[in-house]
């Protein structure tokens, strides 16, 4: 049976009510529009649609403010059954839809859900099935668990995220922050209830929760939503409005590129953000070209939501730049230890400080650790005298080779300049002498020589920078978001 109204409204405070109130705001016959459908949803039949499948859900019994491990790669799944888990007085932990085992067995492990949420198309033992069209058939699977995840107060979503450890780790997050990031956003980007936004990326990443869930749901932002993000649905969005917003992975700006989408319709694309992953220069300047407007950096973290964004004048902005920080987020540098070495006295580790910033860290077994409106990034970082941000390295990433801190970013940026490189990542290996010793992954052109690298190198880095291992490949890899697959080539680098 459904929980009371007022339950729901103690457990996501002011959360339901307002996407309820905006929803009903939305009359438009076209406020959602989902591609290749074609469906089209006015506020009213959105709100209608999600209270189904909330409907659906409250008939399997689970407890009060039930944790439930959200695994959905639909986007209209996502959309319309998080504000469903939220009018339940339920606590959504979004997560990746289609883990390994292994993966799976490391989330039940930390968040002790008391249900799982997915689309898969294989039914779990002891999975209830939702069917509910045009959603892909849901399936619920209670979990038996034998403790509870402890959340701070206010808590309405948890968003997970791996450390340093590759342990995955929860962000709670209260509807008071959820609202500030979306306000953050829209206010700097000027999005409105009378601009559209285009949705051809993960719903359940930080990034499209905060740059198009949230500013759909709570702010009244049209939205159209892509099934799969290729060159045909990208041709009938575009066919049918004359700008939309579009924040994409640089992965996704590559591939709309080479595709042959016409320059007319890429040219729609506007604003055009890039997240998730370092924007290439060539990336950001073919686009340019092709389409007349800039591509910009943005930048965020699923800790403070997002932090900044580039408003260039030009159509090309200057290497390792963010932009500004958004209206309502504060940017301070804050001197590290690591940095004594390495860094200039211009630079720091990027503190966040905003309304945005999440409630803290949860897990099962540990007191949640409390962020207090300050989340320090393991972001270093400096700004000029006109503020904007500009990204030097992550200090998790930082190589110690016999004691000698190395930024792997100093080192990409001399091996991107050498002659016949397109991309380079650069890691650490283990070294038996050394402690850690640099290695790098390098895409170039045909007739590259790893011999020709080294001795480049040798010109422009300090021998304690110069990697001891050089792989060249064809390409590398991705995972499914768009993002380099780090530990697909430490194996690689290693292994060889």
């Known amino acids: 049976m459904k929980v009371s109204a007022r339950r729901a409204r103690e457990s996501s405070p002011d959360l339901f009510p307002l996407i309820q109130q905006r929803l009903e705001r939305s009359p438009q016959s076209d406020f959602l529009q989902f591609l290749p459908g074609p469906l089209n949803l006015s506020g009213p039949a959105l709100l209608a649609e999600i209270r189904r499948v909330s409907d659906a859900i409250s008939r399997h019994r689970l407890p009060a403010g039930a944790r439930i491990l959200v695994q959905l790669s639909h986007p209209l799944a996502l959309l319309m059954a998080l504000p469903a888990l939220w009018e339940l007085g339920y606590v959504p932990i979004l997560t990746e839809a289609s883990p390994s085992p292994s993966d799976q067995e490391g989330r039940l492990a930390s968040f002790a859900p008391d249900a799982v949420l997915q689309d898969s198309q294989e039914a779990p033992k002891g999975s209830q099935s939702i069917f509910l069209p045009p959603l892909p058939i849901l399936r619920l699977v209670p979990i038996a668990t034998h403790g509870r995840l402890p959340l701070p107060a206010q808590t309405v979503l948890v968003r997970t995220t791996s450390g340093s450890t590759g342990k995955p780790r929860g962000v709670a997050l209260s509807a008071r922050q959820i609202l500030a990031d979306a306000r ?21 990443h930080a990034y499209g929760f905060s740059t198009l869930l949230t500013p759909c749901l709570l702010l009244g932002v049209p939205l159209v939503v892509l099934e799969h993000p290729i060159p045909e649905l990208f041709r009938k969005a575009l066919g049918r409005h004359r700008a939309l917003f579009f924040p994409g992975v640089p992965l996704l700006f590559d591939l709309l590129l080479a595709s042959r989408v016409s320059q007319n319709l890429l040219s729609r694309l506007n604003p055009a953000v890039s997240s998730g992953a370092p924007l290439p220069p060539q990336t950001a300047r073919q686009f340019a070209q092709r389409t007349g407007n800039p591509l910009r950096n943005f930048y965020g973290a699923s800790e403070c939501g997002a932090i900044s964004c ?34 200039g006295k211009r630079s720091g580790r990027l503190v966040v400080k905003g309304k945005a910033v999440a409630l803290g860290y949860v897990g099962v077994g540990a007191r949640p650790r409390l962020f207090h409106g300050r989340f320090p990034t393991s972001d270093l970082g400096r700004m000029d005298r006109e503020g904007r941000i500009f990204l030097e390295g992550r200090l998790d990433r930082m190589i110690n080779v016999g004691g000698r801190k190395v930024f792997p970013e100093e080192v990409e940026r001399v091996l991107r300049r050498a002659p016949g490189v397109r991309e380079v990542v650069v890691l650490p290996i ?67």
Do not use: F
């Open 184 to 204: 953050n956003i829209s206010g700097t980007l000027g999005l409105s209830a009378t601009t559209r936004s285009l949705a051809a990326i993960p719903l359940s």
């Open 310 to 343: 580039e408003r260039p004048p030009q159509l090309t902005a200057r290497p390792g730049c963010v932009g500004t920080p958004l209206k309502g987020v504060r940017v301070i540098l804050e001197p590290a230890k690591e940095l004594s070495r390495v860094a």
């Open 430 to 496: 283990a070294d038996s002498l050394r402690g850690e010793s640099v290695a790098a992954a390098v895409v170039g052109l045909n007739g590259l020589r790893e011999a020709a690298l080294l001795g480049y190198c040798r010109e422009h880095l300090a021998a304690h920078r110069i990697p001891r291992r050089l792989l060249l490949l064809p390409a590398l890899p991705r995972t499914a978001r768009g993002k380099v697959d780090t530990a697909r080539l430490h194996s690689l680098l290693t292994g060889r």
